[in-house]
Structures are given as structure tokens and as C-alpha cells.
């Protein structure tokens, strides 16, 4: 009877390689989910930034009483331009909390439309990834005028 108790004792090669598939499974699975969240991350990231930088040109027109224009671009809401027109009241620090405006999340710069491609005042958009008018998924184009 010892001698049945001793080979009960350990875990079978089967059983090693059993658990060793499941926890192989359980890791592709948990990788492929989490290497899809850096992309669906910068997403929302910029989404967040196309939000500040649309509230930041409503803050510009509400005190100059005009967007900045094409020319003037975003750079507008960083330094006090000299193209015309040019602002009166122009605030200490411009309208970004930033010193210079910020690049999307892939390191791309913002696209600065007026007027906006659906005659909107004004449109900011961020190209995606791939930094390039149209794409899908992370590649899509996103704006500011398809935020909430």
C-alpha cells in the first residue's frame, strides 16, 4: 500500500502539460487584450486633447470675438499672433495650459480647419495613427466635431 501512496505522491507528466497549455492559453489571451488597450487608450487621449484644444478656441472667440484664423492656425492659442487681426485683449499664458500646442497621441501635429469641413465656425482633427485623411480603426480621422 506505501508503494501506491508514493506514486500518487507527485503530479503526473499529463497533468504537467495540461496546465501548462491552460496557463499558455490564459497568457495569449491576456496579451492580445491588453496589446489592443494601447491603441483604444491614444484614442481617448485624443480625444480628450481634440476637447481642450475646441474649448480653447471657443475661449479665444468668446474674448476676441473671432476664431483665430487658418493663417493664425492653433498656434494662436499659445502666442500672441501679429497676423491680422490681431488679438486686443490677449491673455498672460494664451489658452492652453501648455507652452506650445500639443502633438496627438502618435506624435502627429493637429489639423486646424476654418471654416470646418461641414461649415462648422471651425474644425480641429487628429489624422490617427497613420497620420493621413481617412483609415479605420486607430487610423481613423478624428474631430472636434464629433465630440459630445
Known sequence: MKRMDRRRAGFSFIEIIVVMVIIAILAGVVTVNVLHKPAEAKISAARMQLQQLRTAVEMYAA?????????????????????????????????LSSSGVPLDPWKHPFVYLVPGRSNETFEVMSYGSDGEPGGTADAADLSSSSLQ
Do not use: F, I, M, N
Open 63 to 95: 474674448e476676441q470675438g473671432h476664431v483665430p484664423t487658418q493663417e493664425q492656425g492653433l498656434d494662436a492659442l499659445v502666442h500672441k499672433t501679429s497676423l491680422p487681426p490681431v488679438p486686443e485683449r490677449y491673455p498672460q499664458g494664451g489658452y
